[in-house]
């Protein structure tokens, strides 16, 4: 019997281990993947002051640790049920089942997908699996790619792809339909690329993040934006073309492309086709919540935060006794933020078994918040107000338990 | 073997170069000590992993995570394996999965 099972060994699922396991816990984290470190494996980028974040070296240092305190980390273990008899955890894998007083779930984020005519060729794949193929298993997805999506990953996995030496044609617009939504229109996209345009080396760009408040003016650059693209970091944006088709026999030979206007309407006569042997789509993250559903949890949708997240409070316990959350499960943010919400989880669980004070969990759950203000890059620009609809909601739900 | 990212600014030269050899539909290959098969294959040009059960057409990796499983694999005779999940091992037998029997549609076509 564990004091502590954890369900992810990402950031969020190792710093709560490690919180656990420094006061005597005996934890054990299960992960599907074959190296711990979940999807911060991958990152890799430099930070406002130059110094590199390397996702693969974070994780090793945070595992190291792990394993240092004895926990036991168990890779390539898939879960595929859960149960709560009585006051235990029951955890199903492919291979065994084990037993924990609580039961904390930093299962991650998964990617939406946008489906474009083609999209099931081989050589279209999401836009992380070239991400972990380029930095975690060292192949190349490719020789030269598309990258459908223009949103915060795809700027930064693209930049990556160009480190590793990787040829992009070109960040591109998926074809408007109803599925792929505010990714097919240029002005939202341009927005939201204002948003963290402090990170482009582009000067132009730079100068529309601190000018371009307005909306009339954002229109008139976006009517400016030439069709062609513009190289931002040295990566070729076409917020005004869009990507109509996939095409190839048996695997990704090419793109049809169309050129848009400034409103994202197809520009007649403007069709035309570029050779690519692999494409990727980058439709954004959402919360991978299935075995919170599995046992009863409360959801709410909140877009700020990605989609469905299991209903929780500043301390990451959920509506289910003894069940805890952490990291993207919680709503999209960077690895930063979910190794504090993994800490604040682990302190949580720590205080439900008489070890720490309240106060130590309250300190942990206001640095989240200090950490979330200083990350360099947000998934979403109003993920403060998403918290904030989540612990409203929380309220609304504690407040009917104990009138009931 | 040109596929692989050998030398990387930030991350640095891979120095394990331990080679494995496994077959993927009886054609013998090989791969880098620690590459998933999705990764081996790959790195060998080869995209197909599998043929859609109904249609038959050719599908690949599309997470590399093991959420969509569109890269299921027969694994040393254990179907549905994920290509993407499952590290190469010596000797290993991996087979693309194909299309299956559909006698609901053979019946139906033969009536409407």
């Not at chain 1, 795809?154 to 074809?175: Q, V």
Request: proline share 4%.
């Amino acid at each position: 019997m564990y004091d502590v099972i954890i369900i992810g060994a990402g950031p969020a699922g190792l710093s709560a281990g490690i919180t656990c396991a420094s006061s005597g816990l005996h934890v054990l984290i299960l992960d599907e993947f074959m190296y711990a470190g979940g999807r911060l494996l991958g990152q890799l980028y430099q930070e406002p002051d130059g110094t590199w974040w390397n996702g693969i070296e974070e994780s090793k240092r945070l595992a190291d640790k792990a394993y240092t305190l004895g926990i036991d980390i168990h890779l390539q273990t898939t879960v595929i049920n859960l149960e709560k008899q009585n006051e235990t955890w029951i955890v199903y894998t492919e291979k065994t089942t084990y037993q924990g007083k609580k039961l904390l779930l930093a299962t991650g984020a998964c990617e939406s997908p946008i489906p474009i005519p083609g999209w099931t060729l081989p050589g279209v794949m999401s836009i992380g699996a070239a991400q972990v193929m380029t930095n975690v298993h060292r192949v190349k997805p490719g020789e030269k790619g598309i990258i459908i999506g223009i949103n915060v990953l795809s700027l930064a996995i693209a930049m990556e792809l160009k480190l590793a030496g990787i040829e992009l044609y070109s960040l591109a617009l998926p074809l408007a339909s109803e599925i792929s939504g505010d990714h097919a229109k240029p002005k939202p996209v341009f927005t939201n690329l204002l948003s963290f345009s402090h990170m482009a080396q582009n000067p132009l760009l730079r100068w529309g993040g601190k000018t371009l408040r307005f909306s009339w003016l954002q229109n008139l650059v976006l009517r400016m934006y030439p069709k062609k693209g513009l190289s931002v970091a040295g990566l070729p944006l076409q917020i005004k073309t869009a990507v109509t088709e996939i095409i190839g026999e048996d695997k990704v030979e090419g793109v049809k492309l169309v050129h848009l206007d400034a409103n994202g309407g197809a520009i007649p006569g403007s069709e035309h086709e570029v050779k690519v042997d692999f494409v990727c789509i980058a439709g954004g993250l959402y919360p991978l919540v299935e075995l919170a559903a599995l046992v009863g949890c409360v959801f709410n949708y909140i877009d700020e935060l990605g989609g469905y997240v299991p209903l929780h409070n500043e301390y990451m316990e959920t509506t289910v006794e003894g069940l805890y959350v952490a990291g993207n499960i919680t709503g999209i943010e960077g690895a930063k933020v979910a190794i504090a919400q993994g800490t604040v989880a682990g302190k949580a669980i720590l205080h439900s078994f008489g070890l720490i004070s309240e106060k130590e969990v309250e300190d942990a759950a206001r640095f989240v918040h200090e950490v979330r203000k200083n990350a360099p890059i947000q998934f979403h620009p109003n993920i403060e107000m998403g918290k904030r609809r989540v612990m409203e909601e929380w309220g609304k739900v504690m407040k009917k338990k104990i009138t009931n | 073997m040109s596929r692989r990212i050998l030398q990387h600014p930030i991350l640095g030269n891979i120095k394990n170069n331990k080679i494995l050899t496994f077959s993927f539909n009886g054609q013998a290959l090989t791969a880098r000590k620690g590459e998933t098969i999705a990764a081996a294959l790959l790195a060998e040009n080869i995209r197909t992993l599998r043929f859609h059960e109904e249609s038959g057409r050719p599908r690949g990796f599309y997470c590399n995570i093991g959420h969509c499983y569109e890269c299921r694999v027969t694994v040393n005779g254990k179907p549905n394996v994920r290509a993407c999940l499952t590290l190469v091992e010596e000797g290993m037998e991996v087979v693309s999965l194909g299309t299956l029997d559909n006698p609901l549609k053979e019946w139906r076509n033969e009536r409407v």
